[in-house]
């Protein structure tokens, strides 16, 4: 094993891998980013292109002592709001399952690294389909708002007893995606009885 599996923990409760490319002995899935978050920024740093663009150029033309220069805080928010956006848009995971190199490769993609995580076929003692408790929320200042739930996911567990999360989300989803997994490495799908929340 070549990477750290915690590299590939997943903070929210869902993932939601779908299907790039599939062969009898290749299986490429690939999962881009939280899209609703990444849009909404970029909506709102659109719209606020209107109020913005004056106050630039009422700030370029009379300086921060004109009218417009207590205002220099807008086009800074339209920044920052455009840099998540793209930071957002540019997530990406993937897995790639080789049935002829006999290896399962994840990769983590962003604007400022890459993170790889490679996996031998014979270092892979099962594929198991359980539940995760995950939290609902934060916990602000030791109030018990934070509690946590099951939900499914699907996991390598490799020799020495460590795993690495492949996917979260439905059950009926992730049962087909072990089956498919689980016959190019050759280890049968291990369904535990709390995988169904």
Same mark, same amino acid.
């Given at each position: ?58 700030? &370029? $033309?009379?300086?921060?002592? +004109?009218?417009?220069?207590? =205002?220099?805080?807008?086009? *800074?928010?339209? !920044?920052?709001? %455009? @840099? ?70 699907? &996991? $390598?567990?490799?020799?020495? +007893?460590?795993?690495?999360? =492949?996917?979260?989300?439905? *059950?009926?989803? !992730?049962?087909? %995606? @072990? ?19």
């Amino acid at each position: 094993m070549e990477g750290n599996p915690k590299e590939f923990e997943a903070i929210g409760n869902r993932l939601g891998f779908i299907i790039a490319k599939e062969q009898e002995q290749w299986l490429e899935l690939t999962w881009r980013g939280p899209k609703f978050p990444a849009f909404l920024c970029l909506g709102i740093a659109l719209l606020l292109l209107f109020v913005t663009l004056p106050i630039v150029e009422a700030i &370029r $033309l009379r300086g921060f002592t +004109g009218p417009a220069g207590s =205002l220099w805080y807008f086009p *800074v928010m339209n !920044l920052i709001l %455009l @840099g998540i956006s793209f930071y957002l848009l540019s997530q990406k995971r993937s897995i790639v399952i080789d049935g002829v190199a006999r290896k399962v490769t994840l990769t983590r993609r962003s604007m400022h690294r890459r993170i790889l995580l490679t996996l031998d076929f014979v270092d892979i003692e099962k594929l198991k389909l359980g539940a995760d408790q995950v939290y609902s929320g934060f916990a602000v200042a030791g109030s018990s708002a934070a509690q946590s739930f099951p939900v499914p996911s699907l &996991r $390598l567990i490799v020799k020495g +007893g460590v795993s690495v999360l =492949l996917d979260r989300g439905g *059950v009926k989803r !992730l049962e087909n %995606l @072990g089956r498919g997994i689980g016959e190019r490495i050759h280890r049968p799908l291990e369904v535990e009885a709390n995988a169904a929340p």
